[in-house]
């Protein structure tokens, strides 16, 4: 039985890679996922690369195109849920964390980041290819273990409670892939999971080049470690790899406001780490666009919450305050306020990996390790480039990691951070709610879809996530 549901779930898969990238399509014969013959030369494995990158942004945005940006804002505290303002049935799950009730925004988003996997594996396995040179090999062995990791992460936050939701990270995570096999699994822990994670990105850290075009480069993959460790409540590692990124790598932290409308442009933002490059035929942020963009033909799904706002314009200084945000029907019931991040750009570059986001992560781990001056001097250039006053030191510790998380959430309003730092926050033995709901509440954790269950022979084989919502 096992076996027979997977055969079907790779089948999908495979049909549906297709859809996703056509240029594979040679390699993707019909009914198989990836053919043995199909892969002979080296051209043949740097085709299967430039396709894995292809399924990052996801068919339509599925995947880190906008999705899973999206579900992890509703799931936080950012958006508005009340009828009117979110009326999608599917993002109402996500905010009352009852996603067992609709999984189809879930299953689409589920199978994009395992044809990813599937295909880092498949180019991990043929890397004694005749004709590799070693430093080729250095290189599509790094890029192929950081998409596999950026994948992982990205899927271990959403469908598991974080790390530290038990003493030794015994709770369940995802299931583990590492090579191209076709056997149902249960899921591996969580500590198995970041294991997989911290050790995929080391070696992309070390086998990678520091220049790589548009793919992703040593910086990258070390940018991401710092955020995993930072996940990881490892405070030092989270340092000191984010300090090494922003002080020796080629991308810098830019102090001008231009840059509060870079981050999403068509020009694209020099402090961007890893990006995906959209033009004017390949939008690679097309949810972004669907869900937020307050000046398109249809009205945005998302709508962002009051108290956010109101928190976004305290100060009448703020440019994010002022320039961010657009309030319909202000003080009625019916009131709807949208973010205006990403209006009047039919693309826009999309960065995965940003040296602002890098900043408030090293000013954060920073102010824990008592550094004190170093996170209040990240804290500050980032409030001074939005138009906020400096502030003064000295301060205590637990008012500057507040300070810091405040303006994090403001900054990077959209890009679906918050869900995840709130439950970091919590599973760090803080008192943190969502939405009223404790942090550590079954519905925090999405449910796993039907075509994941099923494939795995159901509950009798495969472990979902528990019932019961918040």
């Given at each position: 039985?096992?076996?027979?549901?997977?055969?079907?779930?790779?089948?999908?898969?495979?049909?549906?890679?297709?859809?996703?990238?056509?240029?594979?399509?040679?390699?993707?014969?019909?009914?198989?996922?990836?053919?043995?013959?199909?892969?002979?030369?080296?051209?043949?494995?740097?085709?299967?690369?430039?396709?894995?990158?292809?399924?990052?942004?996801g068919s339509g945005g599925?995947?880190?195109?906008?999705?899973?940006?999206?579900?992890?804002?509703?799931?936080?505290?950012?958006?508005?849920?009340?009828?009117?303002?979110?009326?999608?049935?599917?993002?109402?799950?996500?905010?009352?964390?009852?996603?067992?009730?609709?999984?189809?925004?879930?299953?689409?988003?589920?199978?994009?980041?395992?044809?990813?996997?599937?295909?880092?594996?498949?180019?991990?396995?043929?890397?004694?290819?005749?004709?590799?040179?070693?430093?080729?090999?250095?290189?599509?062995?790094?890029?192929?273990?950081?998409?596999?990791?950026?994948?992982?992460?990205?899927?271990?936050?959403?469908?598991?409670?974080?790390?530290?939701?038990?003493?030794?990270?015994?709770?369940?995570?995802?299931?583990?892939?590492?090579?191209?096999?076709?056997?149902?699994?249960?899921?591996?822990?969580?500590?198995?999971?970041?294991?997989?994670?911290?050790?995929?990105?080391?070696?992309?850290?070390?086998?990678?080049?520091?220049?790589?075009?548009?793919y992703a480069n040593q910086?990258?993959?070390?940018?991401?470690?710092?955020?995993?460790?930072?996940?990881?409540?490892?405070?030092?590692?989270?340092?000191?790899?984010?300090?090494?990124?922003?002080?020796?790598?080629?991308?810098?932290?830019?102090?001008?406001?231009?840059?509060?409308?870079?981050?999403?442009?068509?020009?694209?933002?020099?402090?961007?780490?890893?990006?995906?490059?959209?033009?004017?035929?390949?939008?690679?942020?097309?949810?972004?666009?669907?869900?937020?963009?307050?000046?398109?033909?249809?009205?945005?799904?998302?709508?962002?919450?009051?108290?956010?706002?109101?928190?976004?314009?305290?100060?009448?200084?703020?440019?994010?305050?002022?320039?961010?945000?657009?309030?319909?029907?202000?003080?009625?019931?019916?009131?709807?306020i949208s973010v205006k991040?990403?209006?009047?750009?039919?693309?826009?570059?999309?960065?995965?990996?940003?040296?602002?986001?890098?900043?408030?992560?090293?000013?954060?781990?920073?102010?824990?390790?008592?550094?004190?001056?170093?996170?209040?001097?990240?804290?500050?250039?980032?409030?001074?480039?939005?138009?906020?006053?400096?502030?003064?030191?000295?301060?205590?510790?637990?008012?500057?990691?507040?300070?810091?998380?405040?303006?994090?959430?403001?900054?990077?309003?959209?890009?679906?951070?918050?869900?995840?730092?709130?439950?970091?926050?919590?599973?760090?033995?803080?008192?943190?709610?969502?939405?009223?709901?404790?942090?550590?509440?079954?519905?925090?954790?999405?449910?796993?879809?039907?075509?994941?269950?099923?494939?795995?022979?159901?509950?009798?084989?495969?472990?979902?996530?528990?019932?019961?919502?918040?």
């Open positions: 039985m096992k076996m027979k549901h997977l055969k079907y779930i790779l089948l999908i898969l495979a049909m549906l890679s297709g859809q996703a990238c056509d240029s594979l399509l040679e390699l993707e014969p019909g009914d198989e996922i990836i053919a043995e013959e199909a892969i002979n030369t080296p051209q043949d494995l740097q085709e299967l690369l430039n396709a894995t990158y292809d399924v990052l942004r599925d995947f880190m195109g906008g999705r899973t940006q999206a579900i992890a804002e509703v799931m936080g505290d950012n958006i508005d849920g009340k009828p009117g303002s979110l009326d999608n049935a599917d993002f109402l799950a996500y905010y009352n964390k009852s996603t067992s009730i609709f999984t189809g925004y879930t299953q689409a988003y589920f199978t994009e980041p395992h044809f990813l996997i599937y295909r880092a594996n498949v180019l991990l396995q043929n890397l004694e290819l005749e004709g590799l040179s070693d430093t080729e090999r250095d290189r599509i062995e790094g890029e192929a273990k950081f998409l596999r990791a950026l994948c992982y992460f990205d899927l271990v936050r959403l469908f598991a409670q974080p790390y530290g939701y038990t003493a030794d990270n015994s709770h369940l995570g995802v299931v583990l892939r590492t090579t191209p096999e076709s056997v149902a699994k249960d899921r591996n822990t969580v500590a198995e999971v970041y294991a997989q994670i911290t050790a995929d990105l080391a070696a992309a850290a070390a086998k990678l080049p520091t220049e790589n075009s548009i910086w990258a993959a070390k940018a991401l470690l710092s955020k995993v460790y930072f996940h990881m409540h490892d405070y030092q590692s989270t340092y000191d790899l984010a300090n090494d990124v922003i002080e020796n790598g080629p991308n810098k932290f830019n102090p001008n406001a231009s840059e509060l409308i870079d981050r999403y442009s068509t020009t694209g933002t020099e402090e961007a780490i890893f990006k995906m490059v959209s033009n004017a035929n390949d939008h690679r942020g097309e949810q972004f666009t669907a869900h937020f963009r307050s000046d398109g033909d249809n009205p945005p799904t998302l709508r962002i919450a009051r108290e956010l706002y109101e928190k976004a314009t305290a100060d009448p200084a703020d440019l994010r305050g002022q320039n961010w945000y657009v309030v319909e029907d202000e003080g009625l019931e019916n009131e709807k991040k990403f209006d009047g750009k039919n693309y826009f570059d999309v960065p995965l990996l940003h040296v602002t986001e890098l900043k408030m992560v090293r000013a954060e781990a920073a102010a824990e390790l008592n550094m004190l001056d170093e996170g209040l001097a990240d804290l500050n250039d980032i409030r001074m480039r939005a138009g906020l006053s400096e502030i003064e030191g000295p301060i205590g510790q637990a008012t500057l990691i507040s300070r810091i998380r405040d303006e994090k959430r403001k900054e990077l309003v959209a890009e679906g951070v918050r869900f995840h730092d709130l439950r970091r926050i919590g599973a760090k033995g803080e008192n943190i709610t969502i939405n009223g709901s404790p942090w550590s509440c079954p519905g925090m954790s999405v449910q796993f879809p039907d075509i994941e269950i099923a494939g795995a022979g159901g509950t009798e084989f495969f472990t979902p996530n528990e019932e019961g919502g918040c």
